[in-house]
């Protein structure tokens, strides 16, 4: 291509015609959404104190399976909090960083992800096996029925499968990010 | 709205704009890539200490949103998929209608090199260097030549497919 042709390339590719710009209102509402987006977040971490209180309720009632159950719960939301905030808390790029590495964060990002999203799956499955485990041996060893042990039993199966059915989304979310990422890169190294 | 971000606006609007559709032909997702970039610089330019030039910096950011984009949209069509047509926002005076349908066709050739290409090709019309095409890359200086030399071959064989 020669030195004229490219130049007449240029011309043509800036003569675009003027766009409206945008409006500082919309901006702000954009703003307002990232925001109330972080509060989504944070209203996970209540769903998660949440379950930290059912726990602590069960080791307050004394009986020896209530403490087993209860300690059970404090550390499936311990594992679960920790998870999210090392997923969370992962080095965002700057938003004015080279692109190869900005990508490579964002795969790292969505890598760490993908592995967030399976640890979750596990252990809400490790979760659901636990408290079936603790129900049927509840059935088997005790004669009397206990309406507050089913209703406890139910109100854990809600949240476990709450907790699944989030972690399978977020899961999906990130897998496709992923693959689409990385064929960017592969792009990219054209 | 600080008055960087006003000057940001006001000097390099139309270059984002190009940037946008550089990866994403459905009008409506570009105006999503656009907001998203001018919301990214509204929130990183009080960061920007000049350590490189504006446009630079406003490049890198428009370009790492619409990758974020892209990946973000990935089962929406892609910006190759969509090459039977261009719709473009603003309405052509009769007068530039040639020019419009020459852009048009650049732009579509533009739009059918792969991603690798296209970031090259894109940030060359823009009139930049192979030493600040490195930078906005990432790469170094030889590696960017090289590819500035290739995307140029591959913009010419696409520009005879769309007919330009």
């Given at each position: 291509m020669k030195n004229s042709e490219w130049t007449d390339l240029q011309r043509l590719w800036k003569s675009s015609p003027p766009y409206p710009a945008p409006v500082a209102e919309e901006l702000e509402r954009l703003a307002r959404r990232r925001k109330w987006q972080a509060i989504e977040l944070a209203a996970g971490s209540v769903v998660g104190l949440a379950g930290l209180a059912v726990g602590i309720t069960l080791i307050l009632r004394g009986d020896a399976f209530s403490i087993f159950a209860g300690t059970a719960a404090c550390v499936f939301v311990a594992v679960i909090t920790a998870l999210s905030s090392w997923a969370w808390l992962a080095p965002q790029p700057r938003a004015d960083e080279a692109v190869s590495r900005a990508l490579a964060e964002a795969r790292r990002n969505a890598r760490a992800g993908v592995r967030h999203a399976a640890s979750m799956i596990w252990a809400t499955v490790a979760g659901m096996l636990f408290t079936a485990a603790m129900a049927l041996a509840r059935g088997f060893l005790t004669i009397e029925a206990n309406l507050g042990g089913f209703v406890v039993i139910g109100a854990v199966q809600l949240m476990l499968a709450a907790w699944l059915a989030l972690a399978f989304r977020y899961y999906q979310t990130r897998s496709a990010a992923l693959a689409r990422l990385d064929a960017i890169a592969g792009a990219l190294e054209e | 709205m600080s008055a960087s971000f006003e000057r940001v606006v006001g000097e390099h609007g139309p270059l984002i704009r190009r940037i946008a559709r550089s990866y994403e032909m459905n009008s409506a997702l570009v105006d999503e890539i656009v907001q998203d970039i001018y919301l990214a610089l509204w929130q990183a330019l009080p960061a920007?200490?000049?350590?490189?030039?504006l446009k630079t910096f406003v490049v890198k950011v428009a370009h790492n949103r619409a990758i974020t984009h892209v990946a973000r949209e990935s089962r929406r069509p892609r910006a190759a998929e969509l090459d039977e047509g261009i719709p473009d926002p603003a309405t052509p005076p009769d007068e530039a209608a040639e020019q419009d349908e020459s852009r048009g066709r650049l732009e579509r050739a533009v739009a059918k090199l792969p991603l690798g290409q296209r970031l090259v090709v894109t940030l060359a019309l823009e009139g930049f260097s192979p030493a600040e095409i490195a930078t906005v890359l990432g790469i170094g200086v030889s590696a960017a030549s090289v590819r500035l030399h290739r995307a140029k071959a591959a913009l010419q064989l696409s520009l005879e497919e769309v007919g330009a």
């Amino acid at each position: 291509m020669k030195n004229s042709e490219w130049t007449d390339l240029q011309r043509l590719w800036k003569s675009s015609p003027p766009y409206p710009a945008p409006v500082a209102e919309e901006l702000e509402r954009l703003a307002r959404r990232r925001k109330w987006q972080a509060i989504e977040l944070a209203a996970g971490s209540v769903v998660g104190l949440a379950g930290l209180a059912v726990g602590i309720t069960l080791i307050l009632r004394g009986d020896a399976f209530s403490i087993f159950a209860g300690t059970a719960a404090c550390v499936f939301v311990a594992v679960i909090t920790a998870l999210s905030s090392w997923a969370w808390l992962a080095p965002q790029p700057r938003a004015d960083e080279a692109v190869s590495r900005a990508l490579a964060e964002a795969r790292r990002n969505a890598r760490a992800g993908v592995r967030h999203a399976a640890s979750m799956i596990w252990a809400t499955v490790a979760g659901m096996l636990f408290t079936a485990a603790m129900a049927l041996a509840r059935g088997f060893l005790t004669i009397e029925a206990n309406l507050g042990g089913f209703v406890v039993i139910g109100a854990v199966q809600l949240m476990l499968a709450a907790w699944l059915a989030l972690a399978f989304r977020y899961y999906q979310t990130r897998s496709a990010a992923l693959a689409r990422l990385d064929a960017i890169a592969g792009a990219l190294e054209e | 709205m600080s008055a960087s971000f006003e000057r940001v606006v006001g000097e390099h609007g139309p270059l984002i704009r190009r940037i946008a559709r550089s990866y994403e032909m459905n009008s409506a997702l570009v105006d999503e890539i656009v907001q998203d970039i001018y919301l990214a610089l509204w929130q990183a330019l009080p960061a920007f200490r000049g350590d490189s030039e504006l446009k630079t910096f406003v490049v890198k950011v428009a370009h790492n949103r619409a990758i974020t984009h892209v990946a973000r949209e990935s089962r929406r069509p892609r910006a190759a998929e969509l090459d039977e047509g261009i719709p473009d926002p603003a309405t052509p005076p009769d007068e530039a209608a040639e020019q419009d349908e020459s852009r048009g066709r650049l732009e579509r050739a533009v739009a059918k090199l792969p991603l690798g290409q296209r970031l090259v090709v894109t940030l060359a019309l823009e009139g930049f260097s192979p030493a600040e095409i490195a930078t906005v890359l990432g790469i170094g200086v030889s590696a960017a030549s090289v590819r500035l030399h290739r995307a140029k071959a591959a913009l010419q064989l696409s520009l005879e497919e769309v007919g330009a």
